[in-house]
């Protein structure tokens, strides 16, 4: 198998249905629900109640911690190497209204051989399920077309809410988290500093190993080698080994670098000493291509098999041809 030195995770930004899929039960399944979807108007929080089924909060974690002093990287609990489903728990339980649904176009290209790898999945705030007219819906496409055309400002999600992007990879039904990344916008009248959020974010993952700082935004690092050290400006990998903070954007696996975790800070143009949203991403760039790797030959190993087993039937049991 052709190796490459560096994978890239194609992230594809798309609205997501609050209702489409839902966890269910202690495992947190993210599984699309084999009934119809609900209909009719409905509440956020009804939508919610019917997206996240009998979810048991707080999130049942059985994988092991990190070793004592390895580096913090998880995103408000989400950290590489847990299960798909206890990472899907985590992130539903953040917010009564956070619902989980698989993404259908994003991830990496890879040949599965007819198998379902569950390559990650996507969360956002509930929103009320209204029944619209024709004219409504037809209302609302003229109106997102103006704004294009017109470079109207548009939100990408309402203030007081946050989303997600969890990338997961492994063989079917033993997927783990190789990335992570969340957005949050503050509710109005409650931003924090910006200030405060730099300080937080040190407070949690230490003393940055790049910052910057412009007019428009706060940004920070924290990358980390393959023992889990700081990556200083003198390293080799110091402009290697990066991440992304958004959760519509790409995540990079190189077998050379270890851990990282970017964040960014916006301001309020009204306010530019107070923070209007923040998002932070993490991905394990070795062990994200580790496992990238490992399950395709995984899935390459076990179709050999099958043909193996598929040929030797055949030698017992087909007819011989008619000449």
Same mark, same amino acid.
């Given at each position: 198998?052709?190796?490459?030195? /560096?994978?890239?995770?194609?992230?594809?930004?798309?609205?997501?249905?609050?209702?489409?899929?839902?966890?269910?039960?202690?495992?947190?399944?993210?599984?699309?629900?084999?009934?119809?979807?609900? *209909?009719?108007?409905?509440?956020?929080?009804?939508?919610?109640?019917?997206?996240?089924?009998?979810?048991?909060?707080?999130?049942?974690?059985?994988?092991?911690?990190?070793?004592?002093?390895?580096?913090?990287?998880?995103?408000?609990?989400?950290?590489?190497?847990?299960?798909?489903?206890? !990472?899907?728990?985590? #992130?539903? $339980?953040?917010?009564?209204?956070?619902?989980?649904?698989? =993404? *259908?176009?994003?991830?990496?290209?890879?040949?599965?051989?007819?198998?379902?790898?569950?390559?990650?999945? @996507?969360?956002?705030?509930?929103?009320?399920? #209204?029944?619209? *007219?024709?004219?409504?819906?037809? &209302?609302?496409?003229? &109106?997102? !077309?103006?704004?294009?055309?017109? %470079?109207?400002?548009?939100?990408?999600?309402?203030?007081?809410?946050?989303?997600?992007?969890?990338?997961?990879?492994? /063989?079917?039904?033993?997927?783990?988290?190789?990335?992570?990344?969340?957005?949050?916008?503050?509710?109005?009248?409650?931003?924090?500093?910006?200030?405060?959020?730099? +300080?937080?974010?040190?407070?949690?993952?230490?003393? =940055?190993? @790049?910052?910057?700082?412009?007019?428009?935004?706060? @940004?920070?690092?924290?990358?980390?080698?393959?023992?889990?050290?700081?990556?200083?400006?003198?390293?080799?990998?110091?402009?290697? $080994?990066?991440?992304?903070?958004?959760?519509?954007?790409?995540? %990079?696996?190189?077998? &050379?670098?270890?851990?990282?975790?970017?964040?960014?800070?916006?301001?309020?143009?009204? %306010?530019?000493?107070?923070?209007?949203? /923040?998002?932070?991403?993490?991905?394990?760039?070795?062990?994200?291509? &580790?496992?990238?790797?490992?399950?395709?030959?995984? /899935?390459?190993?076990?179709?050999?098999?099958?043909?193996?087993?598929? *040929? +030797?039937?055949? !030698?017992?049991?087909?007819?011989?041809?008619?000449?």
């Amino acid at each position: 198998m052709r190796l490459h030195q /560096l994978l890239v995770i194609l992230m594809v930004a798309g609205a997501l249905a609050a209702c489409g899929s839902k966890p269910s039960g202690k495992s947190g399944s993210t599984e699309p629900a084999a009934k119809s979807a609900p *209909t009719g108007n409905a509440t956020a929080a009804e939508v919610a109640e019917e997206a996240r089924g009998d979810l048991d909060c707080p999130a049942e974690i059985k994988t092991p911690a990190p070793p004592a002093g390895s580096p913090v990287v998880d995103i408000v609990g989400v950290r590489p190497g847990l299960t798909y489903e206890e !990472a899907a728990n985590v #992130v539903a $339980c953040t917010n009564d209204l956070m619902v989980v649904s698989p =993404p *259908t176009t994003r991830g990496i290209d890879m040949q599965t051989y007819g198998k379902t790898i569950r390559q990650g999945f @996507s969360a956002q705030f509930a929103e009320p399920r #209204v029944e619209k *007219t024709s004219k409504q819906i037809l &209302d609302e496409m003229q &109106d997102a !077309a103006l704004a294009r055309s017109s %470079n109207r400002r548009t939100e990408d999600m309402p203030a007081g809410t946050s989303r997600w992007f969890v990338g997961t990879m492994g /063989l079917p039904g033993k997927e783990r988290v190789i990335s992570a990344a969340r957005k949050e916008r503050f509710a109005e009248g409650k931003n924090p500093t910006l200030e405060s959020v730099e +300080k937080a974010l040190v407070d949690k993952y230490g003393t =940055p190993t @790049s910052k910057q700082i412009t007019s428009n935004s706060v @940004s920070m690092r924290w990358a980390y080698d393959l023992q889990g050290r700081p990556i200083t400006e003198t390293s080799p990998l110091a402009n290697k $080994c990066y991440g992304n903070s958004s959760p519509d954007g790409g995540a %990079n696996f190189s077998p &050379d670098c270890g851990v990282v975790v970017e964040a960014q800070a916006n301001p309020l143009r009204s %306010n530019p000493a107070l923070a209007e949203w /923040l998002q932070v991403g993490m991905v394990d760039e070795a062990g994200g291509y &580790d496992a990238i790797t490992k399950t395709e030959q995984g /899935l390459q190993q076990a179709e050999n098999e099958r043909r193996a087993e598929e *040929t +030797k039937e055949a !030698a017992k049991n087909a007819e011989a041809p008619q000449l």
